[in-house]
């Protein structure tokens, strides 16, 4: 069926360098986007959402980009820090007022 | 505000005892989501209800699951008998639907394992 799914699981970078995280979906009906964050021990937390009817968006140290022709998904985080390390989660709409979750990617900050 | 709180945050309990997790969400919201976290599934939705009514449950694994929300700030996800496979992170999530937005807010979780 169609799905939302991570290019890659583990993300290390070094802090202060920016990172980009991507996502792949394939529901082409999909008309909205949202970027999770998870800390251990913890529940996802909202960063950032995007409508298929824009191609960015930015928030504070985060931006989001959505590129409908390739189904494709990313989030860059300027200058990351030591706080930004969790796992990072892209979920869809799927109609209905449902998300569906991809498997996240882990993001380790190397100090 | 107190976010959403989800109780307890820790249940350790043996297989074919029911277990009953709590759920109390943001004020003002109008619908609750249920999920489950395990490394190999993921994130999955089990059931969401909005004004206190199921909506979709197609994401409860079997009749050993149970949910109701008997009003706006209080919800229980009950299992009856568990089992081994149970284990995980169960979460709890609120939002208000029909502003546009499907951003959900996330309870803490509970880490249940049955032994």
């Known amino acids: 069926g169609e799905s939302v799914g991570l290019h890659l699981p583990t993300l290390s970078v070094q802090e202060g360098d920016n990172s980009i995280i991507n996502c792949a979906y394939s529901?082409?009906?999909?008309?909205?986007f949202i970027w999770y964050k998870q800390e251990s021990g913890k529940g996802p937390q909202f960063i950032i959402d995007?409508?298929?009817?824009?191609d960015k968006r930015q928030g504070q140290r985060v931006t989001v980009l959505l590129n409908k022709t390739v189904k494709h998904l990313s989030l860059q985080i300027a200058a990351t820090q030591p706080g930004d390390s969790a796992v990072y989660f892209c979920?869809?709409?799927?109609?209905?007022?449902?998300?569906?979750f991809g498997a996240g990617t882990t993001v380790t900050v190397r100090a | 505000d107190a976010g959403v709180i989800q109780s307890p945050r820790h249940e350790v309990t043996e297989m074919g005892q029911e277990v009953t997790l709590r759920c109390k969400p943001i004020?003002?919201?109008?619908?609750l989501f249920w999920y489950r976290q395990t490394m190999m599934r993921g994130l999955e939705l089990l059931i969401y209800f909005n004004n206190n009514v199921p909506i979709d449950d197609s994401g409860m694994p079997e009749d050993r699951f149970s949910a109701k929300m008997p009003n706006a700030s209080f919800s229980t996800l009950k299992i009856q008998p568990s089992e081994p496979r149970d284990s995980a992170v169960y979460f709890c999530?609120?939002?208000?639907?029909?502003?546009?937005?499907?951003?959900?807010?996330f309870g803490p979780g509970t880490r249940l394992t049955v032994t």
């Open positions: 529901n082409s009906a999909s008309d909205y």
């Open positions: 004020s003002g919201h109008n619908s």
């Open positions: 995007i409508r298929s009817n824009m």
């Open positions: 999530a609120s939002s208000f639907l029909g502003r546009g937005t499907y951003e959900q807010y």
């Open positions: 979920a869809e709409n799927l109609g209905d007022y449902k998300l569906s």
